[in-house]
């Protein structure tokens, strides 16, 4: 089995910064893809940003140029940089991670979520 715990959520007022962690544990092989989603109320959840193991990224046009994912693989831990943040960035982030771990067949790859933080940006 494996977890994805996410860290750093909280209140910001607008035009201010928070970072975003996401922690992967248990039995991995290795992590292909990372990323995060966040929902808002009453909206469909949508992507914010993904990163591959070799550290390609790409992000939803609505945070480009603010928003930075990372990854340290090392660490299995993937993280979110939101910088100029505004109301409409506010809801539930959620840590994605295409996690591979050994089986009694091979290497398999499963999708894994994290149990989501909540952001919000309010004055």
């Known amino acids: 089995q494996v977890q994805l715990v996410e860290s750093g959520g909280g209140l910001v007022q607008p035009g201010g910064s928070l970072g975003l962690s996401c922690a992967a544990s248990g039995s991995i092989f290795s992590i292909n893809a990372m990323g995060w989603y966040r929902q808002a109320p009453g909206k469909q959840r949508e992507l914010v940003a993904v990163?591959?193991?070799?550290?390609?990224?790409n992000y939803g046009d609505s945070v480009k140029g603010r928003f930075t994912i990372s990854r340290d693989n090392a660490k299995n831990t993937v993280y979110l940089q939101m910088n100029s943040l505004k109301p409409e960035d506010t809801g539930v982030y959620y840590c994605?991670?295409?996690?591979?771990?050994?089986?009694?067949?091979?290497?398999?790859?499963?999708?894994?979520w994290g149990q989501g933080t909540q952001v919000t940006v309010s004055s």
């Open positions: 994605k991670g295409n996690v591979v771990s050994t089986t009694q067949w091979g290497p398999k790859e499963y999708l894994y």
């Open positions: 990163i591959t193991s070799g550290g390609s990224t």
